[in-house]
């Protein structure tokens, strides 16, 4: 077989289904989400970095999540706005950059799934155990935990690339999609692609049924734990560390049960839905952390304050 790169040299992205005509309304209502996105995220990053009393685990780890919502969106958004600005009228991108981009939206996606069932971990523990949260949660589990959830996000995505990117591609190069993702590439191979296909399923469907169901058991233990505290206000205190990343949750997954477990996809469908988790849902977990936490909502205003103070003194 003839090294794949010579059978085709590049993809050409087709965007958004169903949207001719409607670039330049959606080049303006991506590019303001996304740059929100950044803004917002980073504002978090910020205030926790820059706040010693949220320098802990739970804190950590949504530092960690800030993070990787500034970068999975980056991983789509840059490109699918420069062709609907209308700045190029090729809409290809390379064979190499095909495979990165998906690499990277599955490494990302999935090791922030995995750090979603670490915070689940991490709140039943601090409601659960809360007088040994310390020594459970200590940096060094932590740091351990980020590590196998890096491990099992670029694992999952080194078997996606390599099933959907050994097979031989020879035209036509037209991905009827915004961005490089298996139910879209697969479909352009000139072999048989139905073994990738059922494996690159069976393992979405695997990691991601498997990560809701840790995040499952470890709700279900903080509900029995939350239903034991006699005083209302307990039980609201419980709730409201838990509320944020439960809400996170939902927005996350919905989109991913959509679009890899439907039966037949439909495109229109797995793009609405796909900008929902690739866009919106970052956009959102800034919102629901900083207007859900208190002590994210503290030390975002003096974050805010220092800045203003720093640019009336500039001017």
């Known amino acids: ?44 990053l910020i205030a926790i970095t820059s706040s010693s009393t949220l320098h802990t685990p739970m804190y950590f780890f949504l530092g960690l ?46 090791t922030e799934g995995c750090l979603y069932s670490v915070m689940a971990y991490d709140r039943f523990v601090a409601i659960c155990h809360p007088l040994r949260y310390m020594l459970i949660m200590r940096s060094g589990v932590c740091v351990g935990l980020v590590m196998a959830a890096w491990l099992v996000g670029c694992l999952h995505a080194t078997i996606l690339t390599s099933l959907t990117f050994q ?26 692609s139905s073994l990738a296909q059922r494996v690159g399923s069976t393992n979405v469907g695997f990691l991601a049924l498997m990560l809701w169901f840790s995040i499952c058991v470890s709700y279900t233990r903080i509900g029995i734990a939350i239903l034991r505290i006699r005083s209302a206000e307990g039980k609201q205190k419980a709730f409201s560390t838990c509320s944020a990343h439960l809400t996170a949750v939902l927005c996350a997954y919905g989109p991913v049960i959509i679009v890899y477990l439907q039966p037949t996809p439909n495109p229109l469908l797995g793009a609405i839905v796909q900008i929902l988790n690739n866009i919106i849902s970052p956009m959102l977990n ?29 001017l």
């Open 286 to 314: 800034s919102l629901i952390y900083s207007l859900r936490n208190k002590e994210v909502k503290s030390s975002l205003k003096r974050v805010l304050h220092t800045m203003y103070l720093l640019l009336w003194n500039k």
């Open 65 to 110: 999540l800030s993070i990787f919502d500034m970068l999975f969106p980056s991983v789509t958004c840059p490109k699918m706005l420069f062709y609907l600005s209308g700045q190029s009228h090729s809409h290809a991108i390379s064979y190499e950059g095909c495979a990165l981009q998906l690499f990277f939206y599955h490494f990302l996606g999935s």
């Open 1 to 44: 077989m003839r090294n794949h790169t010579e059978e085709l040299n590049e993809f050409i992205l087709l965007g958004i289904p169903q949207t001719q005509g409607l670039e330049p309304v959606l080049f303006v209502v991506f590019s303001a989400i996304y740059l929100f996105t950044l803004l917002g995220n980073l504002l978090i």
């Open 167 to 192: 097979l031989p591609y020879c035209g036509p190069s037209q991905v009827a999609y915004f961005f490089c993702d298996i139910p879209a590439v697969l479909p352009l191979a000139c072999a048989d």
